[in-house]
């Protein structure tokens, strides 16, 4: 695999306009788009739902005709994507060929649904330094610090560190290890934070360790625009009564974008830890 394969493959496990905070109200029907530009990756990838109630996250909004026009004022429309080959595009994805991205300027999203609902947005992709990849390292939980740094990128709010499990192929969750089975916590840890990072091999997430001896990890830092902080950095949820940061005009969710410069793997090591 090579290597801006992987950091496409592990950006994809990851994910302009005035602020919107108007409520959703109960049974509010409004579209939500979440789609964020990524330079690893030649394909973006963009989510279209419904907020009604009808079912839990949302209801796929199929048909829509979805383009983005980069800054030279290329259009590219996207292809509604079939995300599993047993059954239909429930997650209502829709993929857009753009190759290479530039950085430093606005591409335009416009989605517009089968019953004329029209959502835009604009985002900067921001510029920072190629993606490094930092040799594998061995981590004891209960004496080490993960501590990073990295470059400033031009155009970058925030930061974004993830912690993600490494999973087999099955995507099972749990690995066998020397101490036993282990279960692995669901979710990632994610923080957000200017140019460096330390994290405490102890830290807990939800009062669960987020480092498990016997597992592998891989740490990634992004840097993101503001539509992307300022949505995911807050919890948004779009099907529920909340005030929400959209980026988006005609619709809520965001259009932002993200960009990888920093992969580390490690493997963990110590005792178990005391529930």
Not at 192 to 212: K, M
Not at 233 to 252: F, K
């Amino acid at each position: 695999m090579s290597s801006r394969t992987a950091w496409a493959v592990l950006a994809l496990s990851l994910v302009g306009g005035c602020l919107d905070h108007t409520p959703l109200g109960p049974g509010a029907n409004v579209v939500v788009v979440h789609a964020v530009l990524n330079p690893t990756t030649s394909v973006q990838h963009v989510s279209v739902r419904h907020s009604g109630s009808e079912l839990a996250g949302g209801v796929p909004v199929h048909g829509a005709t979805v383009t983005l026009t980069a800054p030279d004022g290329t259009v590219q429309a996207a292809s509604e994507s079939a995300t599993s080959s047993a059954g239909p595009n429930v997650d209502a994805r829709y993929d857009v060929a753009m190759g290479s991205l530039t950085v430093g300027q606005p591409y335009h999203l416009r989605v517009v649904t089968a019953d004329g609902m029209v959502a835009e947005g604009d985002a900067i992709v921001p510029a920072a330094p190629p993606p490094r990849t930092l040799a594998e390292r061995r981590f004891d939980r209960t004496r080490d610090t993960l501590r990073l740094v990295w470059p400033r990128a031009t155009g970058a709010r925030a930061y974004e560190v993830r912690v993600l499990t490494q999973r087999d192929s099955t995507g099972r969750g749990y690995v066998d290890t020397p101490n036993g089975r282990v279960y692995l916590p669901p979710g990632d840890f994610v923080t957000y934070v200017d140019t460096s990072v330390a994290i405490n091999g102890t830290v807990r997430r939800n009062d669960v360790p987020v480092f498990l001896p016997g597992v592998r990890y891989d740490v990634i830092v992004s840097a993101v625009d503001d539509h992307y902080y300022n949505y995911f950095a807050h919890d948004s949820d779009p099907y529920t009564p909340t005030a929400l940061p959209s980026s988006l005009r005609g619709g809520v969710g965001v259009f932002g974008a993200i960009v990888p410069i920093l992969r580390q793997s490690i493997v963990v090591e110590g005792s178990f830890p005391a529930p």
